[in-house]
Nanobody
Framework: QVQLVESGGGLVQAGGSLRLSCAAS????????MGWFRQPPGKEREFVAA????????VYADSVKGRFTISRDNAKNTVYLQMNSLKPEDTAVYYC?????????????????????WGQGTQVTVSS
C-alpha cells in the first residue's frame, strides 16, 4: 500500500505563489510517474501536471503552462507543484496521484483512471 499526503495549500491573493508537496509513504513511488490533479468547486476533477518516474519528462494542462512547475525528489519520495501567478480560477482541491504502471515508457497519462493511489487533497483558494 502507498499513502500519499499533500500539503502546502492555503489562501493566497491573485498573483501570489504556493508550493504543494506530496509525500509518499508505505512503498516507494520512485519508479512511477506521478500526477497532480485538481477539482474546482462544483466541477469534475481535472489534470494539472505529470512527471515521469525519472523526472526528465513533464506535461502540463494548457491552463497552467508557464505558471506551474512539477518536480520530484525520489530520494525523499516526494513530488512538488510550484504554483506562481495564481489566479482565482486556480481555486480547487489539489490531489497528487500515482500512475498505475511502474517504469512506464511513452507518453505521460492525463486521465484520472490511469492513476491508482490518491492523496486526500489540499485546498488552494485564490482571492481576487
Amino acid at each position: 500500500q502507498v499513502q500519499l499526503v499533500e500539503s502546502g495549500g492555503g489562501l493566497v491573493q491573485a498573483g501570489g505563489s504556493l508550493r504543494l508537496s506530496c509525500a509518499a509513504s508505505g512503498r516507494t513511488v520512485s519508479i512511477y510517474a506521478m500526477g497532480w490533479f485538481r477539482q474546482p468547486p462544483g466541477k469534475e476533477r481535472e489534470f494539472v501536471a505529470a512527471i515521469a518516474w525519472r523526472g526528465g519528462s513533464v506535461v502540463y494542462a494548457d491552463s497552467v503552462k508557464g505558471r506551474f512547475t512539477i518536480s520530484r525528489d525520489n530520494a525523499k519520495n516526494t513530488v512538488y507543484l510550484q504554483m506562481n501567478s495564481l489566479k482565482p480560477e486556480d481555486t480547487a482541491v489539489y490531489y497528487c496521484a500515482r500512475d498505475r504502471v511502474p517504469l512506464r515508457a511513452g507518453s505521460l497519462r492525463l486521465g484520472p483512471p490511469e492513476y491508482d493511489y490518491w492523496g486526500q487533497g489540499t485546498q488552494v483558494t485564490v482571492s481576487s
